[in-house]
């Protein structure tokens, strides 16, 4: 089982790779520019620019037909946000608890999982195939059950949260601790060390950029568990107000939720990003 | 994870979580006297007997959630596929879109589904829509990264045969992204089924959505109906999953998870 979400490469990482698809290129000059500072942050922003430019001057509403308050304009949308911004605010600060107390209880059960499954593993394995097959249980069938058992509050998205980002911390962990190397084990056990002081030096050690890897998918799934866990009973945050506000077609409000969604997204990764960089400088690829 | 599981454990894991539950089901309804005890734990064999009584209902909406969620995700799939192709051939094209497909995994996508439901209104080709999106971008990052794990020494070896950029990629570098958009699918397939269902949630006529929500409303009487919908949803999002790798067993066998010993998985 593959293991989520590609890790990102940065941008400066991507152009680095292929010296040789490099120099096969026929239009060297041209890939040259595309290499350049320039070229590197202008060309996305300018593409960036270019796509709310065209969405402004209603370029989408003519080429599909659309009406303004189907598709809200971005001027619109900013305008929204702006009046909106305390309530905004005060909303994607809820959903963000909900994420990150629910990404903190599910990834800590799934390290559980894989650590189980690590020192008895006869009968730990199957554990961790049920844990995967709940990965595969869609959040929406998840969200009523949490809601009957945990009521309308934040406890039933804790939970929705917490079961989608189990499997991909169990499946990360078991693997990072299952692929330590033999030589490490060996050394080990020359010392007499116990099977604790192995776990806790070798095996917990040596998963842990995989431990990470598995917290940087959840940070994304914890988001949208959050989000689609509060469409259905909930009386706040941004989930709740997205889908109120389209129900109400009050367009404008919900991409404004959107994006403050995005921006809490993006912020919540970025953070998991650099703790990653924190406690794993010594680990290859964090090496510049 | 490996390839074989050994199938006693699981088997008994099954077996003691559904006991458990039967158990739990019954004291609670029983003994504790909960409020709603069924609605919160019903029993498993009740739950069962619902799924055979309204098996034909059940089969018929989860196949509309289930044609509709299928036709997005290949949509998607293929967009994403060719995409990744066109970033790898292209650094223009890189330049431009992988900012944005990165960025676009860090953003709740699912959100969109409402409003995707609010631009078009056509519970059809909102559901293939949302599907496609969710799709798209898991897909086109994950073949990227296949796409660009070619050893150099395989290419200069193309290079020096003087292979033109069609065979580098026909033989080199489509057969090895295979891995990476197979992990990119086994990703998209239950979330383009979730996404599907969350449309039908907000206000479709068909679908496995749809009866999950009415039964959800109707209250205490149809609880056991109710959480057949939800095991269906469920395992509609594990057919999925479960089609792509049977796929990539037959059109990429040689990786080593699939090695029956030796190797690592």
């Not at chain 1, 249980?137 to 949490?146: E, H, S, T």
């Not at chain 1, 990360?172 to 033999?182: E, F, S």
């Not at chain 1, 107000?241 to 919900?254: E, F």
């Not at chain 2, 009740?46 to 949509?75: D, H, M, P, Q, S």
Request: proline share 5%; with cysteine.
């Amino acid at each position: 089982m593959e293991s989520g979400i590609a890790t990102p490469v940065t941008a400066a990482e991507a152009g680095k790779r292929e010296p040789a698809a490099e120099a096969a290129k026929p239009a060297r000059g041209r890939a040259r520019l595309s290499d350049s500072a320039a070229g590197r942050i202008g060309l996305p922003v300018a593409a960036g620019v270019l796509f709310i430019a065209l969405w402004e001057l209603q370029a989408f509403h003519r080429m599909l037909n659309l009406k303004v308050y189907q598709l809200p304009l971005p001027s619109a949308i900013a305008r929204t946000m702006r009046d909106h911004f305390d309530i905004l605010l005060s909303y994607a600060g809820y959903t963000l608890a909900e994420a990150v107390l629910g990404m903190l209880v599910g990834s800590a059960v799934g390290f559980l999982v894989a650590l189980i499954a690590t020192a008895w593993p006869r009968w730990g394995s199957g554990s961790l195939f049920i844990v995967a097959s709940l990965n595969a249980v869609p959040i929406v069938a998840l969200a009523p059950i949490m809601n009957l058992w945990f009521g309308s509050g934040m406890g039933s998205r804790i939970a929705v949260v917490a079961v989608t980002t189990m499997a991909a911390m169990a499946i990360n962990a078991h693997k990072g601790m299952n692929m330590v190397d033999p030589l490490a084990l060996d050394l080990m056990r020359s010392y007499a060390a116990r099977k604790r002081q192995m776990f806790r030096y070798v095996r917990v050690a040596g998963s842990l950029p995989y431990v990470f890897t598995a917290l940087k998918i959840n940070t994304t799934a914890s988001m949208i568990g959050a989000i689609v866990g509060e469409f259905f009973v909930s009386s706040r945050g941004l989930g709740y107000l997205l889908s109120n506000s389209i129900k109400v077609a009050k367009m404008p409000l919900g991409w404004s939720c959107i994006v403050m969604a995005a921006i809490v997204g993006i912020l919540f990764y970025l953070v998991v990003e650099r703790l990653e960089k924190m406690f794993i400088r010594w680990h290859p690829s964090q090496r510049s | 994870m490996k390839a074989r599981v050994r199938w006693m454990p699981v088997l008994a894991w099954g077996a003691a979580i559904l006991l458990v539950w039967e158990l739990v089901s019954w004291y609670l309804l029983e003994r504790a006297e909960v409020e709603m005890a069924q609605s919160r734990l019903p029993y498993v064999h009740r739950v069962l007997a619902a799924f055979g009584t309204y098996g034909g209902v059940l089969a018929k909406e989860g196949w509309i959630t289930f044609t509709n969620a299928a036709w997005g995700f290949l949509a998607g799939a293929a967009a994403g596929a060719l995409l990744a192709v066109l970033m790898s051939a292209s650094r223009w094209m890189e330049r431009l879109a992988f900012p944005y497909a990165v960025a676009s995994q860090m953003v709740p996508i699912l959100g969109l589904a409402p409003i995707v439901f609010g631009i078009v209104r056509n519970e059809d080709l909102a559901r293939v829509l949302i599907a496609a999106y969710i799709t798209f971008f898991p897909v086109a990052l994950n073949m990227l990264r296949g796409l660009r794990s070619v050893p150099p020494a395989s290419l200069e070896l193309m290079r020096a045969c003087a292979a033109g950029p069609w065979s580098v990629y026909r033989k080199l570098r489509l057969p090895a992204s295979l891995p990476g958009l197979f992990s990119g699918l086994k990703i998209a397939a239950p979330l383009a089924v979730t996404g599907a269902i969350l449309v039908e949630l907000m206000g479709a006529s068909r679908g496995i959505g749809v009866i999950m929500l009415r039964n959800l409303y109707y209250g205490p009487s149809h609880v056991y109906m109710f959480w057949s919908t939800v095991i269906t949803g469920a395992l509609l999002g594990i057919l999925s999953y479960a089609i792509v790798s049977g796929i990539e067993r037959i059109a990429a066998p040689w990786q080593p998870e699939f090695r029956s010993r030796g190797g690592d998985a």
